[in-house]
């Protein structure tokens, strides 16, 4: 998977485009600004655009080429931010460190997908925020009648919002819903798509 997205970040044009996530913009202006963990990063969309907006960013991403292209897009930018090269279990983060995590389209392995999301919680201060936008199990079926709004095509790797209540049990959730949207993100998130979104408080 790694040189899947190697190559996909190769080209000239940003995969998602360079703008933020709409939802994660709208969710991160609610929030006062601190410590923020993006894993899954990709080409830096997210963090150029909290780092620009006062957060302090740790991101990370398997990625050579990602990191390659958000630094690119932070210098353009006129940004600096932390992006680690590696997988979670390469990364040096401590326990109860960040007040936001913030997981766009972090879409992993089903071997890992369980132990990544109770790792999060653990990164997590208490009183701190997981935002969440990513393709539902649903959107299987609007991939078949539309391939442009791309994301995982097995099943195990999508989420359901019963899952994430599975793997936040501790938390108060502000919105868990899932959502029909038409996404217009660079090449990959074209049109009309399902997606669970997701704004909760780990409990203090
Ligand atoms: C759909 S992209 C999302 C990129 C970014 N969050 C965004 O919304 O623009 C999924 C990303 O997950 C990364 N990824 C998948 N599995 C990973 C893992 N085990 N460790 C680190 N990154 C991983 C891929 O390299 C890819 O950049």
């Known amino acids: 998977m790694k040189q899947f997205w190697n190559e996909r970040y190769a080209q000239e044009a940003y995969a998602y485009g360079t703008e933020p996530n709409a939802f994660f913009k709208n969710t991160l202006g609610k929030l006062s600004p601190g410590k923020l963990l ?25 990625s050579e080429e990602g990191k390659r292209k958000a630094d690119m897009l932070a210098e353009n930018r006129g940004v600096r931010f932390d992006y680690k090269v590696g997988i979670l279990e390469d990364m040096p983060f401590e326990s109860g460190y960040f007040d936001v995590i913030g997981l766009i389209y972090a ?59 599975h793997y936040f049990p501790d938390y108060e959730f502000e919105l868990l819903s899932e959502d029909e949207v038409f996404l217009h993100e660079g090449l990959f998130h074209q049109g009309k798509g399902l997606v669970i979104r997701m704004l909760a408080r780990k409990k203090s």
């Open 107 to 165: 879409h992993f392995p089903a071997e890992v997908k369980e132990a990544y999301h109770r790792a999060f919680n653990s990164l997590l201060k208490p009183g701190g925020y997981i935002v969440f936008e990513a393709f539902s199990k649903g959107n299987l079926e609007y991939l078949r009648e539309n391939p442009a709004i791309g994301g995982p095509r097995d099943a195990a790797m999508l989420f359901s919002k019963e899952e994430l209540q």
């Open 38 to 62: 993006l894993p899954a990063e990709g080409e830096g969309r997210n963090g150029v655009y909290a780092a620009m907006h006062g957060w302090e960013v740790s991101a990370f991403d398997q």
